[in-house]
């Protein structure tokens, strides 16, 4: 909202309370220019100065109603570490103490009435922008509560989806209040509060999922891995599946064997029998896939697109691969990284069993040979530089469609960034 003097402000608000105080009113007449100049004590003339029309008084209505002020990300920050100080980084009483402090605000009958003005009347933009502003001093605060701790949220939780929980948590309480003021307590607010923290953030360094701290609600026994259980018809692809949303919850090395075969209800020394190690596994989930993109590669040979073209082809196909299974692909890069500067796990070495990079060297020898591919590395190295900077680009850019993604690299390697003439 621009600035406005004393006066013009005066009229505002009086829109604004007329708002508030008789909405039955503003609906059945309006919001009439004779109700705001009797509310601010002020003449017709005087207003028709502020406002040369009444669109122009109801837009400044409007932006007083999504302009509200709210501290600055770094003033929270401050406030929240001055507390968990004075609690000698106790995260209970910080928070009790923060949401009794915190609380009337919260309530505040006039402050939830202007948020549901907002919400119709304000520009859809502006009210955004204020949910943003909002997001902010939440994560401030998370960061400030946990700053000494080596904090992470559990998946799939994000900084955005907690912020946004975090602060519908609160508009929740507003709403109630405004309806049932007796229902909502600064007790409730904040055991509240800290539930939603003692669930979401994880500070075992385990690189906990969401769910493991929800338990069984069906059959006991289900939970106990000693139990028997039927043997899946194929145990095989119950292990897959299962290591497929085990490696997408907790990533390569937190993702235990054991949980794998709990959660494919296989037992756990024939899932060793199957599949020795997390590698094994891998291998016999992207397989096939490779097997299918080595394929496709030699049929674009046999075909006789040109090398550059092949290359494209391959750059789409591995760009879907790793959309189409981000878990193991994911958990593929770092199971490479660990080959390369490690012991292969179980002396089976998934770079080489999966090497994908050499799918496409044949073909950049090809090219060099030909003299339509630059001498400037070797086939092998040119290879890995050209799978793994798409890879890289596709893990970092999971909102880009395979396609965009293999353009993009296409385009920086194949074509490069010189401007032509």
Do not use: W
């Not at 013009?8 to 705001?36: C, H, K, M, W, Y």
């Not at 509310?39 to 007083?64: C, E, L």
């Not at 070797?378 to 290879?383: C, F």
């Amino acid at each position: 909202m621009n600035e406005h003097d004393a006066s013009t402000i005066q009229f505002i608000d009086a829109g604004v309370r007329s708002l508030i105080d008789n909405p039955r009113g503003v609906l059945e007449r309006g919001l009439r220019s004779e109700d705001i100049v009797n509310q601010a004590g002020a003449s017709q003339a005087t207003f028709f100065r502020k406002f040369s029309t009444k669109s122009d008084f109801i837009d400044s209505v409007i932006g007083r109603l999504t302009g509200v002020r709210r501290q600055s990300a770094d003033d929270v920050r401050q406030a929240v570490g001055s507390q968990l100080k004075s609690n000698h980084n106790f995260l209970r009483p910080t928070v009790i103490a923060l949401v009794e402090k915190t609380f009337p605000s919260l309530v505040d009958g006039t402050s939830a009435a202007t948020q549901f003005l907002a919400l119709v009347h304000g520009n859809r933009n502006a009210v955004k922008d204020d949910y943003i502003r909002r997001d902010q001093l939440a994560l401030a605060a998370y960061e400030a509560l946990f700053d000494n701790a080596d904090a992470a949220l559990r998946r799939p939780f994000t900084t955005r989806s907690f912020a946004t929980t975090v602060n519908a948590l609160l508009d929740g309480f507003r709403v109630r209040a405004k309806i049932d003021p007796g229902s909502v307590t600064p007790a409730i607010v904040s055991d509240a509060v800290l539930a939603l923290l003692g669930a979401v953030v994880d500070t075992s360094g385990e690189h906990q999922h969401l769910d493991d701290m929800v338990g069984f609600t069906a059959d006991p026994a289900l939970a106990d891995p000693a139990v028997a259980r039927p043997l899946p018809r194929d145990p095989r692809a119950a292990i897959i599946a299962a290591a497929r949303a085990e490696l997408g919850k907790r990533g390569y090395f937190m993702t235990r064997m054991d949980e794998i075969a709990d959660n494919a209800s296989v037992p756990r020394d024939a899932l060793k029998k199957l599949f020795p190690t997390k590698p094994h596994i891998l291998v016999a989930a992207l397989q096939s896939r490779v097997d299918a993109l080595r394929e496709a590669v030699a049929d674009d040979i046999l075909i006789g697109l040109d090398e550059i073209s092949i290359i494209d082809n391959f750059l789409l196909r591995c760009a879907q691969l790793a959309a189409d299974e981000s878990a193991f692909m994911d958990a593929l890069l770092v199971a490479v990284a660990h080959d390369t500067y490690g012991e292969p796990e179980g002396l089976l070495s998934v770079k080489q069993k999966l090497n994908i990079p050499a799918i496409i060297g044949p073909v950049i020898q090809q090219g060099q040979d030909k003299g339509s591919l630059a001498l400037i590395g070797s086939p092998v190295d040119l290879a890995a530089g050209i799978t793994n900077t798409l890879l890289m680009r596709c893990f970092t850019r999971r909102g880009v469609s395979p396609e965009e993604n293999a353009t993009f690299i296409g385009d920086l390697l194949l074509r490069g960034l010189q401007q032509s003439r």
